[in-house]
């Protein structure tokens, strides 16, 4: 309650107090300027510290989405390569079981990929939900640059 009323108190006065269990006294604040009484190293490990939060948050965020872009790519390319060798077998009337299978197991390679990002921005976000949305975000940019950023002037600055 004391806190209370010191807001309280401090709202309506310019002053509050504060009692020292201690000495058995009770002093009378004034309102004083923080910047003040904040040292500069403090300020400068301050702007360190939000500096490396943002460079490991860029960090994270260009590994993840080339991570995105290269499995995005690798698996269009292998099922554009089963949809031919499938197409094949199937006009040649040869047996097609072992070409599904063996394109199952090519595809399931990404899977640990997948869970080792997921694993490490989970560690970074300390919260799955978060990951989960942060990751969800990336892959729909991905997929949205994939297959609706390929215009003559993209692929004329970004070729590939």
Avoid at 60 to 78: A, G, K
Avoid at 102 to 108: A, G, M, N, V, W
Avoid at 117 to 123: A, V, Y
Wanted: glycine content about 2%; hydrophobic content about 50%.
């Amino acid at each position: 309650t004391s806190s209370l009323s010191n807001q309280f108190i401090d709202y309506f006065t310019n002053y509050s107090s504060i009692y020292d269990m201690t000495s058995d006294s009770i002093t009378q604040l004034t309102k004083i300027n923080l910047f003040h009484y904040i040292s500069v190293n403090r300020i400068i490990v301050l702007i360190f510290h939000k500096l490396g939060v943002l460079l490991t948050t860029l960090l994270l965020f260009f590994t993840t989405s080339t991570i995105v872009s290269f499995m995005l790519r690798e698996t269009q390319q292998r099922m554009l390569k089963f949809t031919y060798l499938l197409q094949y077998a199937v006009t040649n009337r040869q047996p097609y079981a072992m070409l599904v299978f063996t394109h199952t197991f090519e595809i399931l390679v990404f899977v640990p990929i997948m869970i080792g990002i997921m694993f490490l921005m989970t560690q970074f976000f300390k919260d799955q939900v978060l990951t989960l949305m942060v990751w969800s975000v990336i892959w729909s940019a991905e997929v949205f640059s994939v297959l609706s950023l390929r215009t003559r002037i993209s692929i004329y600055y970004f070729p590939k």
